[in-house]
């Protein structure tokens, strides 16, 4: 009814350690939309793209203050997730991808880089292709061990052409030098001041 990827990811979002599961049919429901999420998110970065995939590496000099802030809260969440994986605390791990996932990358990121993905300038477009891009593959990677269909048919689309398979592919590495607390907080200044607009509205 929900889908394998579905059911496992929303069984491990409401099973903390050492607690019993309150598990109801309905909070499946959160899986099968997250799943939906991941896909037309992939589907959206594919469908603005050129006719090959964007190079993997990414010029700082280029990167605009949204780039540097969502490539610096993947490598703060990988940093989480493999903490939490070392103290087994599997809830944890996926429930730090699932909000990076769906509120940095797919509700903000992704809404951020439309101006330039439909903008007039190439090279601004070039950038933002090449950060989703960058961005979409390490989600897949840190998804798989809890959406292994899903992930893995979506990786068909984005890996390179001497890439294997994604289960046999090497796990995300931190890259501390990413990792700016000051853009971070710019920024979600600016997510503030969005959000109670919004709300106004």
Same mark, same amino acid.
């Given at each position: 009814?929900?889908?394998?990827?579905?059911?496992?990811?929303?069984?491990?979002?409401?099973?903390?350690?050492?607690?019993?599961?309150?598990? #109801?049919?309905?909070?499946?429901?959160?899986?099968?939309?997250?799943?939906?999420?991941?896909?037309?998110?992939?589907?959206?970065?594919?469908?603005?793209?050129?006719?090959?995939?964007?190079?993997?590496?990414?010029?700082?000099?280029?990167?605009?203050?949204?780039?540097?802030?969502?490539?610096?809260?993947?490598?703060?969440?990988?940093?989480?997730?493999?903490?939490?994986?070392?103290?087994?605390?599997?809830?944890?791990?996926?429930?730090?991808?699932?909000?990076?996932?769906?509120?940095?990358?797919?509700?903000?990121?992704?809404?951020?880089?439309?101006?330039?993905?439909?903008?007039?300038?190439?090279?601004?477009?070039?950038?933002?292709?090449?950060?989703?891009?960058?961005?979409?593959?390490?989600?897949?990677?840190?998804?798989?061990?809890?959406?292994?269909?899903?992930?893995?048919?979506?990786?068909?689309?984005?890996?390179?052409?001497?890439?294997?398979?994604?289960?046999?592919?090497?796990?995300?590495?931190?890259? #501390?030098?990413?990792?700016?607390?000051?853009?971070?907080?710019?920024?979600?200044?600016?997510?503030?001041?969005?959000?109670?607009?919004?709300?106004?509205?």
């Amino acid at each position: 009814k929900y889908g394998a990827d579905a059911v496992r990811a929303s069984v491990l979002l409401i099973a903390p350690q050492g607690l019993d599961i309150l598990f #109801s049919e309905e909070r499946l429901e959160q899986g099968r939309n997250f799943m939906n999420k991941l896909w037309n998110s992939a589907r959206f970065i594919l469908m603005n793209l050129e006719d090959e995939l964007p190079n993997n590496d990414l010029n700082h000099d280029k990167l605009d203050a949204t780039d540097r802030w969502i490539l610096s809260r993947l490598n703060n969440t990988i940093k989480v997730i493999d903490k939490a994986y070392t103290e087994y605390k599997l809830n944890e791990g996926i429930k730090r991808v699932y909000d990076f996932t769906r509120a940095d990358f797919c509700d903000w990121y992704i809404e951020f880089a439309k101006t330039r993905l439909y903008g007039d300038n190439p090279e601004d477009k070039k950038t933002a292709q090449a950060v989703s891009v960058y961005i979409m593959r390490r989600i897949l990677k840190l998804l798989h061990p809890y959406c292994p269909f899903i992930t893995e048919e979506l990786w068909d689309y984005f890996k390179n052409p001497d890439d294997k398979l994604l289960i046999s592919s090497k796990w995300p590495e931190v890259d #501390s030098t990413r990792i700016d607390r000051d853009i971070e907080d710019e920024i979600q200044i600016l997510m503030d001041v969005i959000t109670a607009v919004r709300n106004i509205r």
